[in-house]
Antibody, heavy 120, light 110 residues
């Protein structure tokens, strides 16, 4: 059973960089042709797709976040990461990581989510 | 990219059927059969209920079904149960090689 767990600081100051890591267990991140994605949910709002990375390192980003966003993958650690720069209060949200199925657009396994608050 | 349009809330009594719509455009819902539906209980991980418009993952009840017509997809839940009360989100692949979610629908079981 594949499991994903988000980790990282729960509080980030405005203008700084938000960094989160997703650790995958129960299977190798490099096996199969999956992609690995990030989704967030601001309080009281809906889900927002952030972006995704394939095991080959190919990325796709939400156009509204693209200029501030880097998603990377470390197969030796079975992890992938999110870096969002120049954050503001609008980036305060619960951040989820998930496994995606190519050619489908679906996420079949999700992490529990982690709350990140942007505040001074 | 704009979020897909879902009703903010729907409700139904136990045993009844409800349908949640998900409206997009010709570059997302209308262009691909890559519409998914997720059930989300606050504080928990979202759960995939339907993928590729009308396919159920293993273990998902056949009370859940999906369909699509033009730029609008729909999720139908039949035989409503108290445990179905949750937020539901649709998502679609887009022509920009991105994904987009709907704004979410809160289902209340009366």
């Amino acid at each position: 059973q594949v499991q994903l767990q988000e980790s990282g600081p729960g509080l980030v100051k405005p203008s700084q960089t938000l960094s989160l890591t997703c650790t995958v267990s129960g299977g190798s991140i490099s096996s199969g042709s999956y992609y690995w994605g990030w989704i967030r949910q601001p309080a009281g709002k809906g889900l927002e797709w952030i972006g995704r990375i394939s095991t080959s390192g190919s990325t796709n980003y939400n156009p509204s976040l693209k200029s501030r966003l880097i998603i990377s993958i470390d197969m030796s650690k079975n992890q992938f990461s999110l870096n969002l720069s120049s954050v503001t209060a609008a980036d305060t949200a619960v951040y989820f990581c998930a496994r995606g199925i190519p050619g489908s657009g679906r996420f079949d396994y999700w992490g529990q989510g982690t709350l990140v608050t942007v505040s001074s | 990219q704009s979020a897909l349009t879902q009703p903010a809330s729907v409700s139904g009594s136990p045993g009844q059927s409800i349908t949640i719509s998900c409206s997009g455009g010709s570059s997302d819902v209308g262009a691909y059969n890559y519409v998914s539906w997720y059930q989300h209980h606050p504080g928990k991980a979202p759960k995939l209920m339907i993928y590729e418009v009308n396919n159920r993952p293993s273990g998902i009840s056949n009370r859940f079904s999906g369909s699509k017509s033009g730029n609008t997809a729909s999720l139908t839940i039949s035989g409503l149960q108290a445990e179905d009360e949750a937020d539901y989100y649709c998502s679609s692949y887009t022509s920009s090689r991105t994904l987009v979610f709907g704004g979410g629908t809160k289902l209340t079981v009366l």
